[in-house]
């Protein structure tokens, strides 16, 4: 292999290392196309021993490589000179494994993972029947960045590994991962007012919804509703504010719950605009979290092997899975009903300053801004900007004014009755 050809290859690794990927065995970019053994190796056993995966054949394999893929989490492995078996695993970071064949001679092990975790190294031993990797855990935007650089080999095939000087193969070292640091936003406002955070959906590379001529963009529009509602929540002097983003910038979907709860806020609010090409479909809706999700965000934050501060600041480090899930749950579920009684004063007092809503106006689903166990949320979709007149609206001061006024109407009515329960509890 030439020295164009082994830079090529090693391009996106070197991308990686800043990401959490530590120092890997390369080989070939096309692994999977090198000849199989004349006799297929079987799978063994599947183990997992804290943040380490040990896979087990019983006979040596030609090659392995992996990749990392979102929506839902998993880590996928590619076995050269496998043919499926059958083996189950769970633990640590991993949730779920199964065991299929990609195509002849080709197996696939995918492993669901309980959060952001990626392969900071890989090695299989000489005789080429035990490959181990080592998870490290990770955040979104490392695991989103991993998840681009797409497929890692983990060891060579055999050809490539015998022509090899001193047949130990080739290593790419790779500086140790630096933290990912969350941008926190400046906080406006008194400090002893609750905290409100405004989300403006989309933003940098993420344009969103399109007008259907295709010069208006949602990321715009959420943008300029937001600021519109920070304004106006900020000169009532009743709550503090903070945006997830003020300027024209992307951020990963859970970066944008995550700084609501990093800042410990009181309540969460993502500008959107909806979008229905071919449709008459027109009007705001109010989102909140479906029971669905709900369910399973708790049993993926009771499963995570680091449960300090997963809710309210409270460290859930030294109870079982079953208790973090049970508290966990306990604690979303009174967010949960809390967010679906905001949507409600959100779709009352927008509707009193003549904004639009489609007849079903309120909806769950599990749009990922929407899973911090510990803040109430909501997302509004404040029009359709695939609709003529909405697209009008959704770039005019005068109704960006009018949201944010039933908007920020909703926030004030929100905390009063807070503040009202909080009194009658203290009362009794």
Not at 44 to 59: C, E, K, P, Y
Request: with cysteine; net charge neutral.
């Amino acid at each position: 292999m030439g020295i164009d050809g082994l830079m090529k290859f090693l391009t996106p690794l070197h991308r990686a290392r800043r990401h959490g990927i530590a120092a890997l065995s390369v080989g070939l970019g096309a692994l999977l196309a090198w000849p199989m053994p004349a006799s297929a190796a079987a799978i063994q056993s599947v183990s997992i021993d804290g943040n380490a995966i040990t896979l087990a054949f019983d006979r040596a394999v030609d090659g392995a490589s992996g990749l990392v893929l979102d929506g839902p989490r998993r880590l996928a492995v590619d076995i050269a000179g496998l043919t499926a078996g059958s083996a189950s695993a769970s633990g640590g970071p991993v949730t779920q494994t199964r065991i299929g064949q990609v195509r002849p001679g080709v197996g696939r092990i995918v492993f669901d993972l309980a959060g952001y975790s990626v392969v900071s190294s890989a090695a299989l031993t000489p005789d080429r029947r035990t490959l181990t990797l080592q998870l490290t855990d990770s955040d979104a935007r490392a695991f989103a960045h991993a998840a681009r650089v797409g497929r890692v080999a983990y060891a060579q095939p055999v050809a490539l590994a015998d022509a090899a000087v001193g047949r130990g193969g080739v290593t790419v070292p790779l500086d140790a991962p630096e933290p990912y640091r969350l941008p926190i936003p400046r906080v406006e406002g008194r400090a002893d007012k609750p905290l409100v955070v405004i989300d403006a959906g989309h933003g940098g590379h993420d344009p969103g919804s399109l007008s259907l001529d295709g010069r208006y963009k949602e990321k715009d529009a959420s943008l300029a509703i937001a600021k519109a509602l920070r304004d106006e929540l900020l000169a009532s002097g009743r709550v503090r504010v903070a945006m997830t983003r003020s300027d024209d910038r992307f951020l990963v979907l859970q970066e944008r719950r995550e700084i609501a709860r990093r800042l410990h806020a009181d309540l969460f609010i993502s500008i959107h605009c909806d979008s229905a090409p071919g449709s008459q479909a027109s009007g705001a809706t109010v989102y909140t979290l479906s029971e669905t999700s709900s369910d399973r965000v708790a049993a993926a934050l009771a499963a995570k092997e680091n449960k300090a501060d997963v809710i309210n600041g409270v460290d859930l480090g030294a109870q079982s899975n079953d208790v973090s899930s049970i508290l966990i749950d306990l604690t979303q579920r009174e967010t949960m009903n809390s967010s679906s009684r905001f949507a409600d004063l959100v779709q009352r007092e927008m509707t009193d300053e003549g904004i639009s809503f489609k007849t079903t106006y309120h909806r769950f689903a599990g749009l990922a801004v929407l899973k911090a166990p510990d803040v109430p949320a909501v997302l509004i979709e404040t029009g359709y900007i695939t609709d003529p007149n909405d697209l009008h609206l959704l770039f005019s001061r005068e109704y960006q004014h009018r949201v944010a006024m039933g908007v920020s109407h909703a926030v004030e009515a929100h905390f009063a009755r807070r503040l009202g329960r909080t009194d009658v509890a203290m009362a009794e």
